[in-house]
Structures are given as structure tokens and as C-alpha cells.
């Protein structure tokens, strides 16, 4: 369940265009340190858990960079335990300046199916060491957290409905290239009130999860931010809806248009 959901940060790093310079300079005016996103992940009707995206106060140098070091989590609540329990917790440290990821780090626990990963990443040997392994990536690879934070930043201004973009990551020891189509705008009404937001539909892979390749919807806020206020899914059995709960310390003012009734 937040296996999937983490693939609509991850497909939203399509969105950033590889660059000729060797890491350059990224600007960053989407996020800052301190900032927390809350999500509501339903199974159906089924109120399944929680997940959080948060960008610590940590600024830990690594080989003489600074980083942004992200955390993602995700739990099911006590009912969902029953069905599948998950305890999800990934992390990503980033260079402050290009915005690649140096170090990621992932332990999972998803219906007793254990997963742990270390991995460190070589950008100018185009390789990741993974739990010792060592594997060739693409150049300026993202990983499943650094991927949507590097992908806020990038300028959509350009950008057409119908275009689809491709770009390269690093998920469970393989290179991915993930593909996401702009579909045009829209405005999503949640419990914490009506917002203005860019439409994107994910490709996805047909067959295992999916029936077809349209089958995930996620809606961005038309603002500097760029913070997911919805994602939907129709699964083979049934449909996942995850919906921002709460945030908190956003870089910029959040495309917010109404608030709730009361």
C-alpha cells in the first residue's frame, strides 16, 4: 500500500531535465528545512493509515557537503494491522547544492516482508553501493525520496497538456525510467479546503498492480510549493486514495483558494 504511494513522489521526478553541466548549482525556493506533509491513505473506504514526508532541521555534512536530509514514513493503523501491517521508514540525504542524492537509507516492515537498504551514491563514477553491492546507474540518478524534492524546484512553465517526460532512478536495486504525462489543471477539495492544482497522470506498468498504464491520477498545487494534496489509484482489486492531511513550515503561500465549510 505505501510501497505504492511512494510512486507518486517518485514518478513526479520526471518532471527534471538532465542537465549537460557536470552538477550544477540547483535552486531551491520550493522547500525548506522544517517542513512536514501528513497524508490519510484510504483503501477503498477503508481508512487504512498515515504517511509523512519531512524535511529535518539536520544539516549533516557528507564528504564536505551539506545535505537536506529527508524522512519518509508510513504506518497502518491499528485496524489495517489485521489485514497488512506496515511499518515503512525511508530516508534521503541530499546535496544542498545539486540537489542528487549522496545516501539513502530504507527499513521495511510490509506484511512480515523485512527489506533493508544502504545505499551510497557516486555520482561521478555513475554508481550506487547498495548493501555492498555496487551497480551503474544513469547520470544524475534520483532515488524514490530525492527524486520529488529535486522535481519541485523544476520550471513547468513550458509545459504542454499531453507532454510526457522520462527521467532515470535508483528503486529497489534497479535503474527505472519513469514516465509522467501533464494532463492539465483542476481543483481538489479536501478536509482542509479547495485548492488549485497541476494534474499529472504517472505511467505505470501493466499487469502486476495495474490494468492500465493511466491508472494513477495525482494532483500538485499550482504554487511554488509543489506538494501533493492527492493520489489516486485504481488497483487490480479495488482503489487506494492517499489526501494531504495536515502541513506544516511551507516555503511559499499554499494554493489555497477556499477554505473548508464548516
Avoid at 534497479?174 to 494532463?183: A, C, D, G, K, Y
Wanted: charged content about 25%.
Amino acid at each position: 500500500m505505501f510501497k505504492l504511494f511512494s510512486y507518486i513522489f517518485l514518478c513526479f521526478s520526471a518532471l527534471y531535465a538532465a542537465a549537460q553541466d557536470q552538477f550544477p548549482h540547483h535552486p531551491n525556493g520550493s522547500f525548506h528545512r522544517g517542513e512536514k506533509l501528513t497524508f490519510r491513505v484510504h483503501y477503498g473506504f477503508i481508512d487504512a493509515g498515515t504517511a509523512e514526508m519531512v524535511v529535518t532541521e539536520e544539516n549533516r555534512k557528507i564528504g564536505e557537503r551539506n545535505t537536506y536530509h529527508i524522512v519518509g514514513t508510513g504506518k497502518s493503523n491499528r485496524f489495517f494491522d489485521f489485514l497488512f501491517r506496515v511499518r515503512d521508514r525511508f530516508e534521503s540525504y541530499i546535496d544542498e547544492e545539486n540537489h542528487l542524492p549522496l545516501v539513502f537509507i530504507r527499513r521495511s516492515n510490509e506484511g512480515g516482508y523485512i527489506i533493508k537498504q544502504d545505499q551510497v551514491f557516486n555520482h561521478n563514477n555513475k554508481t550506487v553501493s547498495s548493501n555492498g553491492k555496487v551497480y551503474s546507474v544513469p547520470d544524475r540518478v534520483q532515488d524514490m525520496l530525492s527524486a520529488y524534492y529535486y522535481a519541485r524546484n523544476y520550471d513547468l512553465s513550458d509545459l504542454q497538456i499531453g507532454d510526457t517526460v522520462k527521467a532515470p532512478a535508483f528503486v529497489d536495486d534497479e535503474n527505472w525510467v519513469l514516465m509522467i504525462r501533464f494532463i492539465g489543471r483542476d481543483t481538489i477539495t479536501t478536509n482542509l479546503g479547495t485548492f488549485a492544482c497541476l494534474k499529472f497522470n504517472p505511467v505505470v506498468q501493466k499487469g502486476r498492480i495495474f490494468k492500465n498504464e493511466s491508472d494513477m491520477i495525482v494532483y500538485i498545487t499550482d504554487d511554488k510549493n509543489r506538494i501533493p494534496i492527492r493520489g489516486e489509484a485504481r488497483i487490480l482489486v479495488g482503489s487506494i486514495q492517499m489526501d494531504l492531511a495536515s502541513y506544516e513550515n511551507l516555503a511559499n503561500p499554499v494554493a489555497k483558494i477556499k477554505e473548508t465549510d464548516d
